[in-house]
Nanobody, 118 residues
Framework: QVQLVESGGGLVQPGGSLTLSCTVS????????MGWYRQVTGKDRELVAV???????TFGDSAKGRFSISMDNVKNTVTLRMNSLKPEDTATYLC????????????WGKGTLVTVSQ
């Protein structure tokens, strides 16, 4: 059974930095991409950043210029480095993993809470 576990969330002051990690357990093949989304209660899930297995990245508008994403293709881990955090970045951050091929699937973690506040 494939499971994704996020870590690194917490409380940080505005302007601070935080690094989130997502670790995958279980056998998974043909990973196409991994990424981060965030969600605030009552709002739609929002793209933060995605990285493909070829290294290509896509960032949501709110993350451009402030966040970076990296992936370890061997360990199937993905890391999100967040700088210059703002109170509006407060959300639950969820990791996802996409597999390709005939049995294409999307797996999700349960999320880690990031709170940006004084």
């Amino acid at each position: 059974q494939v499971q994704l576990v996020e870590s690194g969330g917490g409380l940080v002051q505005p302007g601070g930095s935080l690094t989130l990690s997502c670790t995958v357990s279980g056998a998974v093949r043909n990973v196409v991409a991994m990424g981060w989304y965030r969600q605030v209660t009552g709002k739609d899930r929002e793209l933060v950043a995605v990285i493909a297995n070829n290294g290509g990245t896509t960032f949501g508008d709110s993350a451009k210029g402030r966040f970076s994403i990296s992936m370890d293709n061997v360990k199937n881990t993905v890391t999100l480095r967040m700088n210059s955090l703002k109170p509006e970045d407060t959300a639950t951050y969820l990791c996802d993993l996409v597999t390709g091929g005939q049995d294409s699937r999307v797996y999700w973690g349960k999320g880690t809470l990031v709170t940006v506040s004084q």
